[in-house]
């Protein structure tokens, strides 16, 4: 037993090997979010301080060793800042791609299968995509109050008819597949159907779609922000950053480049992380590699 699980992780780890030799440009975003990842855990320990304590005396000073980021307008540390900024916008983007595919998957399925059900359905989650999402954002945040929570809340809902819409036309396709009718046949009830036939065969197209939901998450928040209808001014967050440096933009552009340049590398590596997968996970993509 021992040596065939042995093989078996040899096997996998082999075949990963050689994804990252054809695909470096994924090898190297997946290294990038994982840096991302533990520099917002690791914050504290990784020469940081308060990063709301203010300090005017060494305000809006250029990086330099002693202050790797430089110092914004009331003398807090971009470095820190940056540091903690990245809790937000990972966290936003990771809670945004949990909660909308978990309830696209759901509506989704229930649409695809049950044909009484779809056109009802659909006809909501169209009039939900004829809202631009960040508008829609903004109405939910005005009403409700700046706070992570609304936040998450405000860039999931205008997510959850595209995921919809995409295990909707995975389910169409599979119900007509012979196990499945011979599962109808037999008598199998509906719910174990759709765990046993329809759920496998959602999950590879819903792991590449997370990766480009987290992408317009982290974005659509860092926009939120920088309008002032995102978290609260007082939390560090990148798009925070980004709106109160704009006022002193032209004699310490640091303060908004950083967490610009910083947020723009976030997403084009899930971006780049999601096109690896989606090489890795479909079949027909995978046997021409």
């Not at 759920?199 to 939120?224: D, F, G, H, K, R």
Request: net charge positive.
């Amino acid at each position: 037993m021992q040596s065939r699980s042995s093989t078996t992780d040899t096997g996998t780890l082999a075949k990963w090997g050689q994804f990252c030799r054809s695909h470096p440009f994924t090898a190297v975003a997946g290294v990038i979010l994982i840096v991302l990842v533990l520099a917002a855990l690791l914050a504290p320990y990784l020469g940081t301080v308060d990063p709301r304590k203010i300090n005017i005396l060494p305000r809006m000073r250029p990086p330099s060793p002693q202050a790797w980021f430089g110092s914004d307008q009331l003398g807090r540390d971009v470095w820190t800042r940056t540091l903690y900024g990245a809790r937000i916008s990972l966290m936003v983007g990771l809670m945004v791609a949990l909660m909308s595919i978990s309830l696209g998957l759901l509506i989704g399925m229930i649409s695809g299968y049950m044909r009484k059900l779809d056109a009802v359905i659909m006809r909501v989650m169209d009039g939900l995509m004829s809202i631009p999402g960040i508008l829609l954002a903004i109405g939910l945040v005005s009403v409700s109050g700046a706070s992570f929570i609304t936040v998450t809340i405000a860039i999931t809902v205008p997510e959850i008819p595209r995921v919809v819409r995409l295990v909707r036309a995975i389910v169409l396709s599979v119900r007509e597949e012979p196990y499945v009718e011979a599962a109808i046949a037999v008598g199998t009830k509906t719910p174990l159907i759709l765990w046993r036939h329809v759920l496998p065969n959602c999950v590879p197209p819903l792991i590449v779609q997370a990766t480009y939901v987290a992408a317009s998450a982290m974005l659509t928040e860092a926009l939120l922000s920088f309008l002032g209808a995102g978290t609260p001014p007082e939390i560090p967050s990148w798009g925070n950053m980004m709106a109160e440096g704009r006022i002193v933009f032209p004699i310490a552009p640091w303060i908004v480049l950083i967490p610009g340049c910083t947020l723009a590398l976030a997403i084009l590596a899930v971006n780049v992380l999601g096109d690896g997968l989606r090489d890795r996970l479909d079949p027909k993509i995978a046997k021409r590699m």
